[in-house]
């Protein structure tokens, strides 16, 4: 079973940035790819960003497209999302996501971190 345990969160400012990390353990075989998603109060879970393992292709919400960037150690045991320009429309409990039968069909999850960004 494959575990993922995100970090980073935090309380900042609007225009601020942070870098959150997602570190998976269990894995017996490569991910078709990992992504993150974000849950705002009152929303549902959202897209955020993506990469595909044996690529290293990326893609990005339109929302945060130019401002977060996805980014992954070698080995592959780690998923990083380096968020620039932040604004308080991005405020949201992030996680992190491991896929590994289908594109796009996400099969493990994190416990998530809490993104605030004040004005």
């Known amino acids: 079973q494959v575990q993922l345990v995100e970090s980073g969160g935090g309380l900042v400012q609007a225009g601020d940035s942070l870098r959150l990390s997602c570190t998976a353990s269990?894995?017996?075989?490569?991910?078709?790819?990992m992504g993150w998603f974000r849950r705002a109060p009152g929303k549902e879970r959202e897209f955020v960003a993506g990469m595909r393992s044996s690529t290293g292709a990326t893609h990005y919400a339109d929302a945060v497209q130019g401002r977060f960037t996805v980014s992954t150690d070698n080995p592959e045991d780690s998923l990083f999302l380096q968020m620039n320009s932040l604004k308080v429309e991005d405020t949201a409990t992030y996680y992190c996501?491991?896929?590994?039968?289908?594109?796009?069909?996400?099969?493990?999850w994190g416990q998530g971190t809490q993104v605030t960004v004040s004005s």
């Open positions: 269990g894995r017996t075989l490569n991910s078709i790819g």
């Open positions: 996501a491991d896929s590994y039968y289908r594109p796009f069909e996400y099969d493990y």
